[in-house]
């Protein structure tokens, strides 16, 4: 297995700039692995193939406006500030640009001076600089709110109509610097539809970072480092999801942030899903034993990515591939705005 074997040609008229509107009114690829059938939908179809008994399951994180404009407090000079992650209070691991200049001691002046970050140390692995903030009033998320940016990944040039395009209709807490993408088709009106026909939703959290718009490198994917994502399966996620895989029924998951979580949740030792609150470096890659997940709602992916690697792993690279060549045939549209794919 080579990265090149999930590289692909993708023309720059194909990435979307912009959701569909509404929501649900994208196209749909649905993918059948059992007998290779591929078939051209659109969205809101997506009801027919989700049965009563299914446990469909999303990824509920909300995307922080976590990209800062400020200046360096001694030179003046612009400084972008991307959070990354929370290491502890007020304390973030977050890109700096330009960043080779800011060793630990370095201010950080954003706003009229009402949100300050002193560089407290460089994070070896990544080059990333872990900067301590100071709120002159309020909180630091109230801060980050007035201040900051939707992190868009770097594909999409077009500025956002609305916030709210970047995020789900049942995101909660802030805790991604990008979107889980997959559910941001979903509209309240078809989710509460589909659980009025007896499709059940349960939610995870996976911490989604900016190392997912990230291709591989190396030319074996075993050599390539998988980004850590901290992850949450609640207690009623699991018990849900075990309550259906003990009736026979399907787990589907929406995007491959549902997947990771759901799958590193999983106890070999007891054949459950268990409740969980930790870090994941699980890299699915083909040749993966899939132990929950039944069924994927998933966007086109960027070529050499761990997510189309992923999703070659669930449905075979060889289907995937013809899949894409598909939906680069009929338009398809791309990656976070696109269109979506539905494998069974």
Known sequence: MRTDDFDYELPTGLIAQHPAEPRDACRLLVVERASGMVEHRSFHDITEYLHPGDVLVVNQTRVLPARLHGAKDETGGAVEVLLLRRRYEDAWE?????GRRFKPGAHIVFGDGE????VVDIIEESGARL???KVRSGTFLDAV???GEMPLPPYITEPLRDPSEYQTVYATDEHSVAAPTAGLHFTEEMLES?????VHLATVELDVGLDTFRPVAADDPHEHTIHTEHFRV???TAK?????RARGSRIVAVGTTTVRALESAFNEETALVEAA???TDLFILPGFTFAVVDALITNFHMPRSTLLMMVSAFAGRELVMRSYAAAREQHYRFLSFGDAMLIL
Do not use: E, M
Request: charged share 20%; glycine share 10%; proline share 6%.
């Open 234 to 236: 609640p207690d009623h």
């Open 277 to 279: 609150d930790g870090i």
């Open 131 to 133: 900067i301590q903030f």
């Open 115 to 118: 949100l300050t970050g002193l």
């Open 145 to 147: 709110h007035r201040l």
């Open 194 to 198: 589909l659980q009025r026909s007896g």
């Open 240 to 244: 849900a999801v075990n309550d259906a």
């Open 94 to 98: 977050c890109l700096v640009r330009p």
